[in-house]
């Protein structure tokens, strides 16, 4: 659902995970790596070791950790000790983390389910008091608690493939995982998940910011800013309309 296309394989009956599973999205020139660990009570492991592999993983590889839980699941001990040994170790100090809490579209009653009409800031029928109880519900949780009061804490409905038309609040997780993610991956992350908007903003800032140091070191205004200027905006030209997948040549450009 973040990316808009297939990436692991789901099955809502049974878990598909037994192992850390690696993905690419359009590889490309940057390709963005995505790794899926099994549910803490899904994998072959002992838990506790299995645990610290994930940490390890998570430390040497990853921008960002995402943690999914699903509603209505009240039996989170053992991810809540795993956020503890993480916290303790200060991963999150060198990595942030997000929590996506999914599912919400089977908590009762199941049958009434319509994610345009959803309000969980105002909940009135049942289905979004239960929801608001059941996200009330982990947030108290010892280790949710610090995502919680972060507004780190996503409730999502992903559905059972990618473009499932009754998704809700994808969005928001994508553009929280994109401000979290360093600058160095911003734009690639932005072109593959459909916010090329968000990576236009960044490709003008930085070009902007080194067009404006570049003509305060032009020395004694030697030459003419039009030629360090001019090359910049082509160049910028260039990396913007490769982000919406049209490739254009120099002499186009310029």
């Not at 100090?93 to 389910?113: C, E, F, H, M, Y």
Request: with cysteine; aromatic share 8%.
């Amino acid at each position: 659902a973040i990316v808009r296309g297939k990436a692991f394989e789901i099955d809502p009956s049974k878990p598909c995970t037994r192992n850390n599973d690696e993905t690419q999205i359009n590889a490309g020139d940057a390709p963005i790596r995505f790794m899926d660990s099994p549910g803490f009570s899904e994998a072959d492991k002992e838990s506790q070791d299995y645990a610290g592999n994930i940490r390890r993983l998570v430390s040497e590889e990853a921008h960002l950790y995402l943690l999914v839980i699903g509603a209505p699941n009240r039996s989170l001990d053992v991810e809540n000790k795993w956020l503890n040994a993480a916290h303790t170790e200060e991963m999150f100090s060198k990595i942030p983390g997000l929590i996506a809490i999914n599912k919400i579209d089977i908590v009762q009653p199941t049958r009434d389910w319509n994610p345009d009409k959803l309000n969980l800031a105002k909940p009135v029928t049942p289905k979004e008091k239960n929801i608001v109880d059941y996200m009330k519900y982990v947030s108290e949780i010892s280790e949710f608690r610090r995502f919680a009061a972060q507004d780190m804490m996503i409730p999502v409905s992903a559905g059972e493939s990618f473009d499932d038309a009754l998704q809700y609040n994808i969005v928001t997780l994508r553009k929280r995982m994109f401000d979290l993610l360093p600058d160095a991956a911003k734009i690639e992350f932005a072109r593959q998940v459909y916010m090329q908007q968000k990576a236009a903003e960044i490709i003008i800032n930085r070009y902007a910011i080194a067009v404006a140091a570049e003509v305060l070191i032009n020395p004694l205004a030697l030459g003419s800013d039009a030629l360090i200027i001019v090359p910049m905006q082509i160049a910028m030209t260039i990396q913007i309309a490769k982000m919406y997948g049209q490739n254009i040549t120099w002499s186009f450009a310029a």
